[in-house]
Structure formats: structure tokens, C-alpha cells
Antibody, heavy 123, light 107 residues
């Protein structure tokens, strides 16, 4: 069955960096778009970024553009989120998702989710 | 950005009841709407895509309807296992935005 397992979360000071990893299994990873979604404390869910199956196309939400970078290694069935210049409001649970769209739609929904990894940005 | 508004934010119902959750979009999104279920300590689970297409393995007591800007998730014959928070998400345009969630409690 499809499994997505995130790792790399933790406590970091404002301005610091963190790299999240997501190990995927149970499907042909190189065939699917992947993405990251987060939920901050007291906030709703927020799509952050997705990447194409090859990794050549990436799309970021404005709030993380220039600040977070998504990458993937299809040989390792993994997707990553490099988070730089972290701010207090980046504190959240970060979910790795397998992204899917419907023919004719303009965006993606999350077909499968990991359990999430907690990132806390605090001095 | 397209705003998604769910109602109610919390509801309490008895086993066997029919429960309806509403999701409204700030502009038309055709049928590009997904519903998710999240239980404490678990990953969110996709229930429905394209407003009304049930995912494999999702019990038939769950159903989705609606189009354009108003959508509903109906649970017909609420079960104890349905205690969870439910979210809608539009994927008509980037980036897909979520409703704030509806917590369903069993009386």
C-alpha cells in the first residue's frame, strides 16, 4: 500500500534552515507529482509546493517562494523540502502528499498523505 | 485566492443520523472539489474527488454533491468510526485552498 513517511522536523531558531525528507513506497514514485502541505497551530491547511514526476517543473505558493525549495530523487523514491530563513510563522506540521489532478482542473489535490513532521521555529 | 468556507465548524450527532457538511467557494470552481477525513494522530485521508467521486474503499454512506460554488458532504447513517475532522479543498486553480474543517463528534 502507499506509504509516505516524513522526517527531519524539529526545533530551529528564526533565520535557521531545515531539510525535510519524505520516503515513499508502495507505488511507482517516478510516475507521480508530489507536494508538501502544512498546518500551522490554529491555522488551516495550506498547500505549499508541488513538483512534477520528473522534478523539472515546480510550483510554489507565494508565501514560500524564494524561501523553500522542493526537490526529488526518483532513484531513492524520496522528495525533500529545503526550508531556509525560517520564520516563527513557519511553525507547523508539514505533510508530504502525492498530488493528483482531474482532467480539466487547474490544480491538484492530495491523494495520499504522510503522518506529518512538526517544525517549530522559536528562539 | 479562492476562499473556502465550511459549516458548521463543529457538529454533534448520534449513531445512525444523517450528517451534512457544507463547503462554499468564494467563486465558481466547477466540480473541482475534494473532501478529506482526518482522525487524531492519523494522516488525512482522501474521501471524495471531483465533488462526488468516491475513492476506492470509502464506505458508501459517504457521498458528495454540488457544483460551481456550493458543495455538501453527506454521511448517511453515522458510525462511531466517523468521528473525525472533515476538510474540503478546491483544486480549480493554484493553489488549492482548504476549508477550515468541520469536527464531527458522536453523541
Amino acid at each position: 500500500q502507499v506509504q509516505l513517511v516524513e522526517s527531519g522536523g524539529g526545533l530551529v531558531k528564526p533565520g535557521g534552515s531545515l531539510r525535510l525528507s519524505c520516503a515513499a513506497s508502495g507505488f511507482d514514485f517516478s510516475d507521480y507529482y508530489m507536494g508538501w502541505v502544512r498546518r500551522g497551530p490554529g491555522k488551516g491547511l495550506e498547500w505549499l509546493v508541488y513538483t512534477s514526476a520528473s522534478g523539472n517543473y515546480k510550483r510554489y505558493v507565494d508565501s514560500v517562494k524564494g524561501h523553500f525549495v522542493i526537490s526529488r530523487d526518483n532513484g531513492k523514491n524520496s522528495v525533500y523540502l529545503q526550508m531556509n530563513s525560517l520564520r516563527v510563522d513557519d511553525t507547523a506540521v508539514y505533510y508530504c502528499v502525492r498530488a493528483r489532478s482531474s482532467r480539466g482542473s487547474g490544480s491538484y489535490y492530495a491523494e495520499y498523505w504522510g503522518l506529518g513532521t512538526l517544525v517549530t521555529v522559536s528562539s | 485566492d479562492i476562499q473556502m468556507t465550511q459549516s458548521p465548524s463543529t457538529l454533534s450527532a448520534s449513531v445512525g443520523d444523517t450528517v451534512i457538511i457544507t463547503c462554499r467557494a468564494s467563486q465558481t470552481i466547477s466540480a473541482w472539489l475534494a473532501w478529506y477525513q482526518q482522525k487524531p494522530g492519523q494522516a488525512p485521508k482522501l474521501l471524495i474527488s471531483k465533488a462526488s467521486t468516491l475513492e476506492n474503499g470509502v464506505p458508501s454512506r459517504f457521498s458528495g454533491s454540488g457544483s460551481e460554488a456550493e458543495f455538501t458532504l453527506t454521511i448517511s447513517g453515522l458510525q462511531p468510526d466517523d468521528s473525525a475532522t472533515y476538510y474540503c479543498q478546491q483544486y480549480n486553480s493554484d493553489f488549492g485552498t482548504f476549508g477550515q474543517g468541520t469536527k464531527v463528534e458522536i453523541k
